[in-house]
């Protein structure tokens, strides 16, 4: 009888774990279904009212930017071709000339632009010297001339690579002239080190030639984490 109790009590915590992880699958499945209902939504959404404001009036419909227009857009087109499209000026936006007009584009999505079609936020709270490379994800939206299939705003992985104004060449100058006071390190912002070269007379002259030979290949750098200029 006790080992049929066990074996009861068992079973039933196997069936509540069971019942448990149905129900939370059935409700992640629910989540990431509304999730791409919602991103579906966004795509289809038209143009908000900031970027019509923002596009000229009275000029041709057909040199506006790709912000001010509706193309028809074919995402069955074959990657990297120009495609020929039509399209019309959104809702609000008054031009002259024809209000139906063609245009040329890359197939390709607005996430697949090149480098220099888009602008991404750039952050400067990342470490740019550590090794290997730091990356940071942030918001990149193409050019206003640019037309693409997908959101014109997407997530965009970068490599952390900014400067916050420390120059190299002072930094080496310091550290030859001034590098057993531990000028170098206090210009660079790592003070405990700066302190502990100044009362070690930098390290009686072997911690100032090392300092050296670090500023010089690079490896050194400004203690909030940015680059050389």
């Not at 791409?36 to 900031?50: F, V, W």
Request: net charge neutral; glycine share 6%; with cysteine.
């Amino acid at each position: 009888m006790k080992c049929l109790h066990i074996n009861i009590r068992k079973a039933t915590f196997i069936l509540i774990t069971v019942l448990i992880n149905q129900t939370y699958m059935e409700d992640l499945a629910r989540s990431s279904a509304q999730n791409k209902r919602i991103d579906y939504i966004s795509s289809a959404l038209p143009k908000t009212n900031d970027l019509i404001l923002n596009c000229p009036s009275n000029n041709d419909c057909d040199k506006l930017n790709a912000t001010c227009i509706s193309c028809n857009l074919n995402e069955d087109c074959i990657y990297g071709t120009t495609v020929n499209t039509m399209c019309q000026p959104e809702k609000g936006v008054d031009c002259n000339g024809a209000k139906s007009f063609p245009k040329q584009y890359t197939c390709r999505y607005c996430y697949q632009t090149e480098q220099w079609e888009h602008s991404c936020e750039l952050m400067a709270n990342c470490n740019s010297v550590a090794s290997p490379r730091s990356y940071y994800i942030t918001n990149c939206t193409v050019r206003d001339d640019v037309i693409c299939l997908g959101l014109r705003t997407f997530k965009k992985k970068l490599v952390c690579n900014w400067t916050s104004g420390y120059k190299w060449s002072t930094t080496l100058a310091l550290s030859i002239i001034l590098g057993g006071f531990g000028a170098d390190r206090f210009y660079l912002g790592h003070w405990q080190e700066g302190i502990g070269k100044l009362l070690s007379f930098g390290g009686l002259g072997v911690w100032t030639i090392i300092d050296v030979i670090l500023i010089s290949l690079h490896y050194l750098g400004p203690a909030d984490g940015s680059l050389f200029i």
